[in-house]
């Protein structure tokens, strides 16, 4: 549940400032005074909890990793016992969320990252922990589907997981470019059977098989 604007403490209420406005118009084009009138605070009340726009953006970062960690953790893909439907469910799940305007369901670390990459190491550290957290839980699905049914296959599951946020953040690139969020959607499409094809027609028979055995 969302906090009233009322009880919501100042610093929680310019993060969340920063969320919206930094993935609507980018890190670079976002000035304080936009951060603040989102936010609904003065300036004076931005600079006692953070030192500089720099500083916001990498508690910024921080911030996306607890919210979007809670979002997924909580959804319903989570409460599916086999770790290979959990896989594919976190992708649908991924091509479900891809509705609203653009910056509603885009990434605010792959935003930032494309910007700053080479020019600000403080946020770019910042968006790779983000990023490369988030794969790594995904990973850890993942890890338990292929000991399950595909212990041979040569690829690892961190590898994948990254190839996996590779993908969706590359399909926002083209909601962008395009203004359209369908475009994305495909991608994502593709994406779930590619790893479909990962785990070969055997090894989903095999999948099938236990799921009817558990009954």
């Known amino acids: 549940m969302k906090k009233s604007a009322a009880k919501t403490p100042v610093k929680h209420k310019i993060l969340d400032a920063a969320l919206s406005v930094i993935r609507s118009k980018g890190y670079a084009a976002t000035t304080l005074d936009e951060l603040c009138a989102s936010a609904g605070v003065t300036k004076g009340a931005f600079f006692h909890h953070f030192k500089s726009k720099e ?3 990498v508690s910024a970062a921080r911030h996306w990793s607890s919210v979007t960690n809670e979002f997924f953790e909580n959804a319903p893909y989570r409460r599916l016992s086999d770790p290979l439907e959990r896989v594919f ?3 649908d799940f991924r091509k479900e969320i891809l ?4 910056p509603e369901f885009t990434c605010l670390v792959g935003t930032m990252v494309q910007e700053v990459f080479d ?3 403080s946020i770019r550290k910042a968006c790779q922990e983000s990023i ?3 794969a ?3 990973a850890k699905d993942i890890q338990l589907a292929k000991k399950r049914y595909a212990p041979d296959s040569k690829w690892t599951a961190e590898s994948l997981a990254l190839h996996i946020q590779a993908v969706i953040q590359g399909a926002f690139i083209l909601a962008k470019a395009k203004q359209d969020a369908d475009i994305a959607a495909e991608s994502v499409t593709h994406l779930r059977q590619y790893l479909e094809f990962l785990f070969e027609p055997s090894n989903l028979k095999k999948r099938r098989k236990l799921k009817l055995t558990a009954r």
């Open 136 to 138: 790594a839980e995904v």
């Open 55 to 57: 500083d916001l953006a």
């Open 89 to 91: 469910g976190y992708v």
């Open 119 to 121: 020019t600000n190491p």
């Open 132 to 134: 490369f957290g988030h």
């Open 99 to 102: 509705r609203g305007k653009l």
